[in-house]
């Protein structure tokens, strides 16, 4: 079994590159040649600023890339089961393709990609991944996942540090071969990372599902009736920092620092930005955003509403005739731009229509001293 305690290690003798790299490498047959691109400024200034690049770098490597894409298409199709993974190499600006069969090392050449030989085709390398992935009950705690390096011709496997033994013997246990995998002992421990916008189901700790209200700096407001204070969310992750209900059905959850709070509705066909928290007046034009049904519109038709529910009374709440379902609980309502509230309760649902009641945002966002993110 390979293994690296601090790092990555090549497995010896399997990557040895065969083919000089220069820039003629990774020339490009004229019959290969990609058809001419444009290159999006947006995404020249993100490599500027992400990768450290130039502008006139950060071109060059899209189009170096664009045909890198072309020659990976053409020697995947030529090489067949003696392919052995490719990848772009951003230092010689070019792809390098990995072969099992020394004879077809002229062909990757051919096809304009710098070519080397190595122990494991790429279909090798995946049902070996494959078997790890069947064996995924059975795998340590302490085993946070693995993947096919192309790189390095190898399965690797991610475990914490100090715990490369019973890694090791999973992997065994899996049926993969010790020459194929190598386990690396990393501090890294994967979460989810979730943008938090306004609609997007969430998940209680005791169980069930509502739905994101708006967002607010440090997470997001929602229906009181969803959860306790001191209960779990996750998707995202959170905790119920506040919570009222009845008299009002508000909430307010506190996000870790990997769920970035978004300025929008989720419309469920793209999005509305949310700029602020005007109070539309009756007769206005109001959507609503849930996890259940989606995105419906209607009217505000009173506020000030009384609701009895059979918890308790909430008091101050907006009647509205847009429909609603279960698990839409908590999701936004907006006017134009503007933040209205969050779903409360009502009558009915979105396949005859009904009457759906929210309580208003101003009132969440003044109890907890929170504000919205605005875009």
């Known amino acids: ?38 290159v999006d400024p947006g995404m020249v200034q993100a490599m500027e600023r992400d990768l450290g690049l130039s502008g006139t770098q950060a071109e060059q490597r899209l189009r170096s890339e664009a045909t890198a894409r072309a020659v990976d298409e053409t ?52 049902a070996a991944a494959n078997r790890l992935n069947r064996a995924e009950s059975r795998a340590p705690g302490s085993v946070t996942g693995w993947y096919v390096d192309v ?92 919570s009222s209900f009845p008299y009002n059905d508000y909430a307010y959850v506190e996000t870790g620092s990997d769920d970035t709070p978004r300025p929008y509705v989720n419309t469920y066909s793209g999005t509305r930005t949310v700029s602020g928290s005007n109070e539309a007046p009756v007769g206005s034009s109001i959507c609503r955003s849930g996890s259940t049904t989606g995105w419906h519109c209607g009217t505000v038709e009173a506020k000030n509403q009384t609701v009895r529910y059979s918890q308790g009374a909430v008091y101050g709440m907006t009647r509205t005739d847009v429909c609603a379902e279960p698990g839409d609980s908590g999701g936004s309502f907006i006017s134009g731009n503007q933040a209205q509230g969050m779903t409360s309760g009502g009558s009915g649902n979105c396949t005859w229509g009904g009457t759906t009641y929210f309580q208003p945002v101003n009132e969440a966002l003044n109890a907890y001293g929170l504000s919205l993110v605005t875009g």
Request: contains cysteine; negative net charge; proline residues 4%.
């Open 151 to 242: 790189e390095r011709n190898s399965v690797v496997v991610t475990t914490t540090p100090g715990t490369a033994a019973g890694a090791e013997e999973f992997v065994a246990s899996a049926g993969v071969d010790a020459d194929t995998a190598e386990v690396v002992e990393s501090a890294e421990r994967p979460r989810a990372l979730m943008d938090v916008v306004g609609g997007n189901a969430y998940y209680m700790g005791s169980g069930g599902r509502c739905s994101v209200g708006f967002a607010v700096n440090g997470g997001f407001v929602t229906a009181g009736h969803c959860g306790s204070t001191g209960e779990s969310t996750s998707q995202p992750s959170g905790t119920f920092a506040g």
């Open 1 to 38: 079994m390979k293994r690296t305690r601090n790092g990555f290690a090549a497995r010896a003798g399997a990557a040895a590159v065969l083919a000089a790299g220069t820039a003629a490498a990774f020339a490009l047959p004229a019959s290969a040649q990609p058809a001419p691109m444009d």
């Open 75 to 126: 020697v995947r199709a030529e090489l067949g089961d003696s392919f052995g993974g490719s990848f772009y190499d951003a230092d010689k600006g070019g792809l390098v393709v990995s072969v099992t069969d020394p004879a077809q090392l002229r062909e990757a050449r051919a096809a304009g990609a710098e070519a080397r030989m190595v122990d494991d085709s790429a279909a090798e390398l995946e």
